[in-house]
Every structure is written in C-alpha cells, then in structure tokens.
C-alpha cells in the first residue's frame, strides 16, 4: 500500500551532522505511523525513531537521544531523519519503515519497509 525509498546516506567524519531521506509512495502515507532502524553488520536491526502518523510525537532510542530528529511532511511523502554529532558506533545500514496506525507500536509488524543506506562514521 506504501512503498519507501530511503537516501541520503555516506561517509561522515565522527562529530559531523547528516541527514536521511526517505520517499513514500501513495496517497495512504499519512494513515502510517514511520520509524528508522538500524542495523550494522553481525548485529541485531534495532529500532532508532518513530513518528506518529501527523508528526505530533516523536520517540528515540536511548542511544540516539538528542542527537538524532526525525520529521515528517506530509504535503511531500517525506520522512527525515537528521543525525548530528555522529558517532563511530552509528555507522550501519539505516531502513525507513511504515505501519499502519496513528502512533508506532513495537508489539505489531512493520507493513513496509525501505531498501535501506548505508552510513559510516569514520574516526
């Protein structure tokens, strides 16, 4: 129902800011809560930030608290995710995913999920 393509990824020093992109196809993309994971290699995919379906709440990993934002515009089909003061541990691939509901909930399945893009955080 939602298709996502996620961009915006590359090299950053450690201490640098990016920011991702994710492109939602269809016109049913306001009726989804979004998230970002992360996953780097040998490891788990871990759950980064979620935004409620307006954009009204957003929540964040301990990991990432107050260092990453995510946003959404509805008007455009666009979800973000803007990464500052990037660490050599948040290098990993970062997945755009959508749910169907109002607020993200981690006890229900992902609808959809993105290609993912790889960032890395060198020394």
């Known amino acids: 129902q939602v298709q996502l393509v996620e961009s915006g990824g590359g090299l950053v020093q450690a201490g640098g800011s990016l920011s991702l992109s994710c492109a939602a196809s269809?016109?049913?993309?306001?009726?989804?809560?979004m998230a970002w994971f992360r996953q780097a290699p040998g490891k788990e995919r871990v759950l980064v930030a979620t935004?409620?379906?307006?954009?009204?709440?957003?929540r964040y990993a301990d990991s990432v608290k107050g260092r990453f934002t995510i946003s959404r515009d509805n008007a455009k089909n666009m979800v973000y995710l803007q990464m500052n003061s990037l660490k050599l541990e948040d290098t990993a691939v970062y997945y755009c995913a959508a749910q169907l509901g109002s607020w993200w909930s981690d006890k229900l399945r992902v609808d959809t999920w993105g290609q993912g893009t790889l960032v890395t955080v060198s020394s």
């Open positions: 269809g016109r049913t993309f306001s009726s989804y809560a």
């Open positions: 935004v409620s379906f307006s954009g009204g709440v957003a």
